[in-house]
């Protein structure tokens, strides 16, 4: 009981702080420890009320009912496998104890390695195959709706043209594109609609149909469009909200001075375009429409010849001024007075308009203001108070790394734009901001758990030293969950870190018992390297069996390809690596 109520503990010590991970990503996972704890807790209670209860029965008469011959062939091949395979490489594992820890530590560093290096790429969140690709279109504002539409038209022709090249590659010959959907005075990435923004949809055939993926069908539509050169952005992605992770590129740059923060988001765009596989390079510092910038001159100001009261009558002259409500047939109407519009249609207009500085006087207002033509932005976007402008792109996962690439550009580009623009901040936004709060709250979950696993160890084991060697299992589901990942070509992502943390505290359990069975040994007098040695073959069957029923339970997820599973994927492929990885360590090295 003992080593059970141990296994459970440990593994919650983990699994509870990993509940309330921080970030977006973060509280997309957390939900994972929930299952997995109350699971536990169901067959915590089935394995002392429940199972004890089918154990005695089926084993009451065990003489009435002798093994079989394949029971016997079986019986006999595993003892083989156990005491010629497996007891050899502990053999040779203890007798070259100092030998083995070399190469375990070795391996170790490599994993490390291959990880820092890049070779085994990161991905904060895994892109999940949909059905509906999206177009998005931001013209100049104060473009008109044809002109609008004319793109529009040219981007769904282009849809129909890449579906119809592709429709022999489809099952049956069908269409790859099923429908087009364009909206007007829509972009969910523009806040102001407007005749200038429009949003293409395309619903492609289902996922578990077509043979093109959604990245190959995009990659091709936006080939067949060619450049937009008219358009201020325009943009390829999946339909629907964006995931978790955020944008694969996006840097906020933080400062007061508009025009300066948007020579510093070219500067930063044209740093990206310069990658292969980046596209769709934007910011959302866009122009805005005319401004007619009014300023009080020098001494013109008066007790009545406020800045405010200037504005206001400038405000009343343009937009109007409600000066009564006249009331007829039951129906109320709101009476307004403006200046003619034909008195207001240019900037020398402005400065002859009427402005009372008294309540006897007026006079031009160009005579107590200095009036220019200014330019505007579209939006001006604020963080924490702050003046922000953001560089959002896209990029092509077979072709670049959105992990590495950031890297690259806080190394690199981030200080020399911090020489140029001193008054300037730039931090990274969207997937890496993303993916640095989830990993963060992540590694404080599994310290809190290495912290609570060794404090019940300790107690358990009246000692300090022996927790430590069972708590080595958990650097060998890394280098399992490392060369797993790379076997089968998939990326390290939050989903497979998460996974990986969740194994602290299963892959202790096999090394628990394993010490328990060494210390009893000891205690019957066994010096320890026999003590060590008829552990692992003592052990083997019940390690064994505990690692496949877990890896036979999660191997068909890992191939599965329904929309629904992907996100579990990389959960069941670290902890399979990681357990297989393990049990073969703990047996022979631990």
Avoid at 116 to 138: H, I, M
Avoid at 189 to 218: C, I
Avoid at 505 to 530: C, M, T, W, Y
């Amino acid at each position: 009981a003992g080593g059970v109520l141990s296994s459970f503990a440990t593994t919650a010590c983990v699994f509870i702080p990993l509940s309330s991970i921080d970030g977006r990503i973060g509280r997309t996972l957390q939900v994972i420890p929930f299952v997995l704890l109350a699971v536990l807790a169901v067959s915590l209670i089935e394995a002392f009320l429940v199972l004890p209860n089918h154990l005695g029965h089926s084993l009451r008469s065990p003489a009435e009912s002798p093994p079989g011959p394949f029971r016997q062939r079986f019986d006999r091949g595993f003892a083989r496998l156990r005491d010629d395979v497996l007891g050899r490489f502990v053999d040779r594992a203890v007798e070259h104890r100092y030998l083995t820890l070399g190469v375990m530590l070795a391996v170790m560093i490599v994993s490390v390695g291959v990880v820092t290096s890049g070779k085994l790429r990161y991905q904060a969140f895994p892109d999940t195959e949909g059905d509906v690709t999206q177009f998005k279109l931001e013209m100049p504002p104060g473009t008109p709706l044809e002109r609008t539409r004319e793109e529009v038209e040219r981007v769904v022709d282009a849809a129909w043209r890449v579906s119809e090249r592709l429709r022999a590659e489809q099952p049956d010959g069908q269409p790859l594109v099923r429908n087009v959907l364009a909206r007007f005075n829509y972009n969910a990435d523009v806040e102001e609609p407007g005749p200038h923004v429009a949003t293409v949809s395309v619903d492609l055939l289902s996922v578990e149909v077509r043979n093109t993926t959604l990245a190959e069908f995009t990659a091709a539509w936006r080939e067949e469009v060619g450049p937009l050169s008219s358009a201020l952005a325009a943009s390829f992605g999946p339909g629907g909200r964006r995931g978790p992770g955020g944008n694969p590129i996006e840097v906020k740059i933080e400062g007061d001075d508009l025009d300066r923060l948007k020579e510093a988001a070219s500067e930063v765009q044209a740093w990206f375009a310069g990658f292969a596989g980046v596209f769709d390079l934007s910011d959302d510092l866009q122009p805005g429409t005319a401004q007619v910038a009014i300023k009080l001159a020098a001494g013109a100001g008066s007790s009545s010849a406020t800045a405010s009261a200037v504005a206001s009558q400038v405000r009343s002259a343009l937009m109007g001024q409600s000066i009564e409500h006249l009331h007829q047939n039951g129906a109320e109407y709101e009476l307004f007075v403006e200046l003619d519009r034909a008195g207001r249609d240019s900037l020398a207009d402005i400065e002859h308009m009427p402005i009372r500085v008294d309540p006897d006087t007026s006079v031009p207002l160009g005579a107590i203001a200095h009036i220019d033509a200014a330019d505007s932005y579209a939006k001006i976007s604020r963080v924490n108070g702050v003046r922000t402008a953001t560089v959002r792109g896209d990029l092509d996962r077979d072709v670049a790394n959105a992990a590495d690439l950031m890297g690259r550009f806080a190394t690199e580009k981030v200080p020399e734009l911090e020489e140029r623009f001193p008054e300037i901040r730039f931090r990274a936004g969207g997937e890496a901001e993303e993916s640095a709060a989830t990993l963060g709250s992540m590694g404080r979950g599994l310290l809190i758990g290495l912290v609570g696993i060794f404090v019940l160890l300790s107690l358990q084991f009246r000692t300090y030293i022996e927790p430590v060697v069972v708590m080595l299992a958990v650097p060998f589901a890394f280098v399992g969950v490392v060369w797993g990942s790379l076997l089968i070509g998939a990326p390290l992502s939050s989903q497979s870190l998460l996974g990986l943390v969740s194994l602290a505290g299963v892959v202790v359990n096999d090394s628990i018992l394993l010490v328990h069975f060494i210390k009893e040994a000891r205690a019957q007098g066994v010096p320890p390297i026999e003590a060590a040695r008829r552990a692992s073959r003592d052990r083997f069957r019940a390690v064994l069996l505990t690692s496949l029923t877990t890896i036979a339970g999660l191997v068909p997820l890992m191939f599965e390809t329904s929309r629904q599973a992907q996100s579990l994927i990389p959960v069941a492929t670290s902890i399979v690596f990681g357990i297989s990885a393990s049990t073969v360590l703990v047996l022979i090295v631990l």
